[in-house]
């Protein structure tokens, strides 16, 4: 059956710090004409300038993805760019008025709420799907990284992360046309190990993090010291480690939340082959870097079509 393209209803704003830079910024998401793609515009800057989800605009994967376009940049896309694949949006223009996406809750959650809320306006265009003749694997020795992309009659995505982690254990994720984005991926959050979370800080990798954002993994025993330093840096009552390893910062929405977070971040960085993507993605130990090489190498494997 053809699948036309899809725009939102209307646009939608959002408010909030930016992850790693600290600084607030307000995004709105805009409806756009057919074959618009997504377009990114930094309203602060250079309003004229329209920075495309596409791959060669990356410049930087620490932690985040970034891109930038004739110097100028929007960090932390990856949340944003996987909400709109995963609820159908081909098109839209994302005015930012700083240089950070919002982190809100750590997950895609809050656009898909908005976009369920006032639904999606198909167009009178076909969707143009990114289709293989040949498969392309893309791995990292450094990392032990590998993501193989195989011409497939459907998209679907698969992860598996180990992070020789004894509380996270060995996790994989699932998605396919059958599985509902919104209920099973977009709602997962980010996560950190507390072991990582003061090097961060003391880093400014993460300026906008707290924990209401993300999930902290407390992998090794800790101190009643090394908690209440946490808590003030919060600014939040006494933090505890669980018995099943985590912090009592969040709940767990699924047991393997960490490897649905991942696969969330896996679309996202998958849009930016520049559409929707008609293949099979399996994806091992994934991470932005290795993420958005393989993107770009599909980016290139369309321009030597």
């Known amino acids: 059956m053809k699948q036309f393209q899809q725009t939102v209803r209307k646009s939608y704003s959002f408010e909030g710090k930016g992850l790693h830079t600290g600084k607030v910024a307000r995004m709105t998401i805009n409806p756009a004409p057919a074959d618009t793609g997504i377009r990114f515009r930094r309203t602060d ?9 596409f791959a060669e605009y990356v410049s930087s994967t620490d932690r985040s993805t970034t891109l930038t376009k004739e110097g100028v940049s929007v960090v932390t896309v990856e949340h944003l760019l996987s909400a709109l694949t995963g609820m159908g949006i081909d098109n839209a223009v994302v005015d930012i008025d700083n240089v950070e996406v919002p982190i809100l809750d750590g997950s895609a959650k809050p656009y898909i709420d908005a976009i369920r809320e006032s639904g999606i306006t198909v167009q009178d265009a076909p969707r143009k799907y990114i289709e293989l003749d040949r498969q392309i694997t893309v791995t990292s020795e450094k990392t032990g990284s590998s993501i193989v992309i195989t011409p497939a009659d459907e998209p679907s995505f698969d992860v598996e992360i180990d992070f020789n982690s004894k509380v996270l254990g060995l996790q994989n994720a699932h998605w396919d046309p059958s ?3 919104a209920d099973e991926v977009g709602i997962c959050r980010t996560f950190v190990f507390f072991h990582e979370i003061e090097y961060l800080f003391n880093n400014n ?7 209401d954002n993300a999930i902290v993994i407390v992998e090794n025993p800790v101190t009643k010291e090394q908690l209440e330093r946490l808590s003030r840096l919060f600014n939040k009552p006494m933090l505890e480690r669980c018995d099943n390893g985590y912090l009592n910062n969040l709940q767990l929405r699924f047991r393997n939340e960490c490897a649905r977070h991942k696969l969330l971040d896996l679309m996202g ?6 559409g929707f993507l008609k293949a099979k993605v399996k994806a091992v130990r994934p991470g932005h870097t290795i993420n958005t090489n393989a993107a770009r190498e599909i980016r290139r494997y369309l321009l030597e079509k």
């Open 269 to 274: 960085d998958f849009r930016l082959v520049g």
């Open 179 to 181: 599985v509902v984005y």
């Open 45 to 53: 800057v250079d309003s004229g300038l329209y920075i495309e989800a």
């Open 205 to 211: 990798l993460i300026k906008g993090g707290d924990v």
